[in-house]
């Protein structure tokens, strides 16, 4: 053990290795510890990072034959689709000036998951989506006749690893304890130190500029179960974005998912202190891979006072997500008279039964205030609209969290002694 490096954790000074207690010695403050305390500290400060392999198999001349490409002139997007398949609008812009274009570069997708949604069902989910959005901005009641639903292949990276993390947590026990004339408060200070594994399975990323991330994550999950493998045929009669995100970009938002998901599983396994904090931590992966696929969505734009918003449908499953914002003056009119209601109610009850005070009316208020946001929270949620997802939960591989590294060392204790000031009576 190097001990130079090594900085006591009370005062930061450096810490010494005494050979006959067998302790780790801090000259400055005068403090003792653990070695094996010590040590854990610093346990989290390797490991190289969470990679991927990512997939450089282009498009074979016999793909290439049987397929044709499209340009948008009017949003640029890159467009595939089967030989005899004759594209006439984009799907993102709805523009009719797509131009044939020439295949050039590009990863093979691997898989595609097929349509399930047909576009029947596509129109009916979307036509029901406009009843009984109370916050819906009336832009939308006029008339919502669906200018054209666009069947989509959108391409997807999906990313798997076993993804190995190592936290060190700074963590505290305190317990105060009153005399006569003193307050003690005790503290008690650990290293805890976990290290675990978790393996990820199909995390999608859309490698798709064209459709934002918050719309094709809120489309998630899809089943990868039913994908089929790609050949140009499978796209006859709908039209595939060509992937213009990388897969080595894209791999920044699943490290970010597959970050938070094993930081939260690892967290969940510290309890018993007052406080915990991270201190540092380290990841690493093994046998992380990268597949392309396409996914199937049903895509439908509506221009409102000259703003373009767009709903989506996962074309397996049949989620819909969209852009619409909320109507703010109607969420401000529902929440007042919620607030007003539960406030009025409760007044009358404390009335009755005779326990109107301020402090009575205060707890009627907050309790006006609480119903008031959960009606206004439930009639945004109506809305689905499009947010990013946080981790990658879903997509744990069987047996979740595999800890091999469970440690929970003492560190030091600390006691603050303050005098309690007597009031004069
Ligand atoms: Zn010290
Ligand atoms: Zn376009």
Redesign the pocket.
Known sequence: MDTVAYKCPNCASPLTFDGASGKMICRACDSRFEPDAVEAMYAAQTGSGIDFDTPDEGYAASDVAQMKAYR??????ELITEGTTTATE??????PT?LPDRIEGGIRPELVVPFVISKEEAQRLFEEYFQGKKLLPNIFKKDNQIAEMRKLYVPYWLFDCDADATIVYAAEKRRTERTDDWEIETIEHYIVHRSGTMSFENIPVDGSV?LDNRISESLEPYDLSKAVSFSPSVLSGSLADHADVDAADCEKRAVERVEKSITSAIRSTVSGYTSVSERSKGFSSKGGKVTPVLLPVWLITTVKDGKTYTFAINGQTGKLTCDVPTDKGKAFLWGAGAFAGVMGLGALILHLIKQMGSGTLLIVGLLALIVAFCVVAGLIGQLKQAGAQSGASDYVREGGLNLRQKQDLFLYTKTNRRKIQKQEQ
């Open positions: 948008c002139n009017s949003c640029g997007a984009c799907p993102y812009c709805g523009s797509i064209k």
